[in-house]
């Protein structure tokens, strides 16, 4: 088996091995990924933050020795929280443009290293002291809030299927990347999410950065979005906005009509 590491702004993955084929996640700067399987220029790999599968093209393939990849794999990475800032290669005297949810793993606060490079970074990263240091009901609901106001980082970014940055996001790529600035992993499909956490009974029960699911007319789970409170959900469709939720689903005022039904709810945190 073959490694990787994504030393890019971020990789396209597509579902089959062809340009044209529909991209179905990306890879963003520091993620990791093992390779499954070779076709012509292309890749089946396996990214290791969320177990996803599927194409890259060789051309975007950076390698990585087992024992390489096994240390960085180990690392707790930090997360930029940055919508967008560059990272110095200072072994290769370049620099790079990574976007908000990258990871910098082994980073000390400036510097980090992937195999012989060393790199400098000089912008925010995520902060979790404000949940160790939540005891009391009222400081875990103050943790929880910052879970909405990191959501709010993403708000109006277009809807992108596949998409994991403000540039192009879909629904689960939202709620992940959201999560994933709290260094909390999530799958990354909605019905996959669905199965992570506590199951709430009712909407009143809702907290700040609880998860709500929506299904299809087939009962499939197709959408998920974030409590903002007990009646407002933020949510990619279309965008990413807010829109009115109750015990039915998530109500459009703009169309005057339900566009979710409401499946399920899950507190993860």
Same mark, same amino acid.
């Given at each position: ?15 089959? +091995? ?5 991209? @179905? ?24 933050y969320d177990n996803y599968p599927g194409w890259i093209h060789?051309?975007?393939?950076? +390698? ?11 690392? $707790? ?5 940055d919508l967008v800032q560059l990272v110095s290669n200072d072994?290769?005297?370049? @620099? ?24 400098? &970074?000089?912008?925010?990263?995520? $902060?979790?002291?404000? &949940? ?10 103050? *943790?929880?809030?910052?879970?909405? $106001? ?7 970014? +277009? ?18 990347? @959201? ?8 799958? !990354?499909? *909605? ?20 998860? *709500? ?10 959408? @998920?979005?974030? &409590?903002? $409170? ?10 990413? /906005? ?20 409401? !499946?399920?709810?899950? /507190?993860?945190?």
């Amino acid at each position: 088996m073959e490694f990787g590491i994504c030393l890019q702004s971020g990789i396209p993955v597509r579902a089959v +091995p062809s340009h044209k084929s529909e991209m @179905v996640t990306q890879i963003l700067f520091g993620e990791l990924y093992r390779i499954f399987k070779k076709e012509k220029e292309w890749l089946m790999i396996e990214l290791s933050y969320d177990n996803y599968p599927g194409w890259i093209h060789s051309a975007q393939f950076h +390698p990585l020795e087992e024992s390489e990849f096994i240390r960085l794999f180990n690392l $707790d990475p930090s997360v930029s929280v940055d919508l967008v800032q560059l990272v110095s290669n200072d072994t290769k005297q370049t @620099v790079l443009p990574i976007i908000l949810g990258s990871s910098l793993p082994g980073f000390d606060g400036h510097q980090f290293s992937i195999g012989r490079e060393t790199f400098s &970074f000089d912008g925010l990263t995520a $902060d979790m002291k404000i &949940f160790e240091a939540a005891i009391t009901p009222k400081e875990r609901l103050k *943790a929880k809030q910052s879970i909405v $106001d990191d959501a709010m980082l993403f708000l109006n970014a +277009p809807y992108c299927w596949g998409g994991r940055t403000p540039f192009g996001i879909d629904c689960s790529g939202f709620v992940q990347m @959201v999560y994933k600035l709290k260094k909390i992993k999530l799958l !990354r499909d *909605a019905a996959q999410q669905a199965t992570q956490g506590e199951t709430l009974n009712f909407v009143t029960e809702a907290e700040p950065g609880d998860l *709500a699911f929506f299904d299809n007319p087939e009962g499939e789970i197709t959408h @998920v979005g974030i &409590f903002m $409170d007990k009646n407002r959900i933020i949510h990619a469709s279309g965008k990413v /906005r807010i829109d009115i939720i109750d015990h039915v689903g998530i109500y459009n005022e703009e169309e005057q009509r339900y566009s979710h039904n409401l !499946r399920i709810m899950k /507190r993860i945190i």
